[in-house]
């Protein structure tokens, strides 16, 4: 008598035992039995072998991704793992997972620039004040980049003079500038933060007063008018006063003169 048996396992199946023989790879066996007449009994075994399946699959993703699913699974971090699956053919599939997790970059960038420089340009943005803002970009591994930007904005500086001088003193210099009559006027510095910093100077200018008093004395007047002179000569002025004195001399048969003289403060 003669049997076929047609067998079919998978790998983590063996070895495979059959009419007390075993077999640890997949082949044509014959085995001699002793049918129940007595008589030889050849029994032929096929088998089959199927090989368990395996399977590699490298991911990477942000770590804005995660928790990441694969095959019913669900992983929060970066790592190699492993998912037991059946094959069409019913055996087991080994499925491996590499997952690769790439960080959101940060980067902080501090910049102060002066009022005059507004509206700011930074990463396609348009700033029109100080603050601190934030740009969400792509970085070269395709995840999100956080770019931060600390925005400082130094005020123009301003200042007025006001200075009030005699004509005398003309020209009048101020920050390196020279000026020649009174007015107002402007110049432009750099403070010490490196913005501008604009200065106004206020001149006033009091002119040189001047008087004329004309007297008639005669000689033996002379000294009374000196006296006087210097009375009014002592005015508390902050500029300077002439005072021109023209005498005239009437008295008596002298002839006739002019005499004048100066006072300063």
């Not at 190699?80 to 499925?95: M, Q």
């Not at 600390?150 to 007025?160: C, D, F, K, P």
């Not at 500038?177 to 106004?200: F, I, K, M, P, R």
């Not at 000294?223 to 902050?238: D, K, M, P, V, Y």
Request: proline share 2%; glycine share 4%; aromatic share 8%.
């Amino acid at each position: 008598m003669t049997s076929t048996t047609d067998i079919t396992i998978c790998s983590n199946q063996l070895p495979y035992s059959w009419n007390s023989q075993t077999y640890n790879a997949a082949g044509t066996f014959n085995v001699t039995l002793t049918s129940t007449s007595g008589c030889d009994s050849i029994a032929t075994l096929n088998l089959t072998v199927n090989n368990t399946l395996t399977s590699t699959t490298d991911i990477t993703i942000c770590s804005n991704q995660l928790p990441y699913s694969w095959n019913s699974q669900t992983y929060n971090a970066a790592g190699t793992f492993n998912v037991t699956l059946t094959s069409t053919a019913g055996c087991d599939s080994i499925a491996t997972l590499n997952l690769t997790v790439n960080n959101i970059l940060t980067s902080t960038t501090d910049v102060t620039i002066c009022t005059n420089q507004l509206p700011y340009s930074w990463n396609s943005q348009t700033y029109n004040a100080a603050g601190t803002f934030t740009v969400t970009l792509t970085s070269t591994s395709g995840c999100d980049s956080i770019a931060t930007l600390n925005l400082t904005v130094n005020n123009t500086l301003t200042s007025t003079t006001d200075v009030t001088i005699c004509s005398n003193q003309l020209p009048y210099s101020w920050n390196s500038q020279t000026y020649n009559a009174a007015g107002t006027y402007n110049v432009t510095l750099t403070s010490t933060s490196g913005c501008d910093s604009v200065a106004t100077l206020n001149l006033t200018v009091n002119n040189t007063l001047t008087s004329t008093t004309d007297v008639t004395i005669c000689t033996n007047q002379l000294a009374l008018l000196l006296e006087q002179s210097n009375l009014q000569c002592g005015w508390n002025l902050q500029c300077n006063v002439d005072i021109n004195f023209r005498m005239r001399f009437d008295c008596n048969t002298e002839p006739h003169c002019q005499f004048s003289f100066d006072k300063y403060n």
